[in-house]
């Protein structure tokens, strides 16, 4: 990773796992969100660089090479296209709709365990208890994170 400068703020990913660029793939521009930021050391504290939940998700489904991607967006910084046909030329120049909708399936379908959900819908101040599906609670997370960070604490 490259140094920060210090003048150069910290800056959360708000990019849901939810969102889609062109290719399809939900987490893809999150993911790299997270590696661009973190290859300039200007990923806030407390976010994982390329964690083992829906990052490593998007790595496996999507056929990347954990080392190996990181290593390309370090070495090329590439705009979120370039990083699209990246992903697309690494799985030989086809990333089948079924391949991405399998995907996009696991990123949906992923649940934080009950205590873990509990834990941030009341840090979130999220009432429903049956809202425990881990994007909009790690969104929520983001959104309070950007709040706090915004006024000071």
């Known amino acids: 990773?490259?140094?920060?400068?210090?003048?150069q703020p910290k800056v959360i990913p708000l990019i849901s796992s939810g969102t889609a660029g062109p290719l399809g793939a939900l987490h893809l521009p999150r993911l790299w969100s997270k590696l661009t930021l973190g290859s300039a050391g200007a990923l806030a504290d407390g976010y994982d660089f390329c964690g083992q939940?829906?990052?490593?998700?998007?790595l496996?489904?999507?056929?990347?090479?954990r080392d190996a991607t990181i290593a390309y967006v370090r070495?090329?910084?590439p705009t979120y296209m370039e990083f699209e046909r990246y992903v697309v030329e690494v799985n030989g120049g086809n990333l089948s709709r079924d391949t991405?909708?399998?995907h996009?399936?696991?990123i949906r379908g992923y649940n934080h365990?009950?205590?873990l959900a509990g834990t941030m819908r009341d840090a979130s101040g999220v009432k429903d208890p049956s809202i425990k599906d881990a994007v909009?609670?790690?969104?929520?997370?983001?959104?309070?994170?950007?709040?706090?960070h915004a006024s000071g604490g």
């Open 75 to 77: 070495d090329n910084k």
């Open 53 to 58: 939940g829906f990052d490593q998700m998007t």
């Open 113 to 115: 365990s009950d205590e």
């Open 104 to 106: 996009n399936a696991a």
């Open 100 to 102: 991405i909708e399998a």
């Open 1 to 7: 990773m490259e140094t920060r400068t210090p003048t």
């Open 136 to 148: 909009t609670l790690n969104t929520l997370e983001d959104l309070d994170d950007l709040r706090k």
């Open 60 to 65: 496996d489904g999507l056929g990347l090479d």
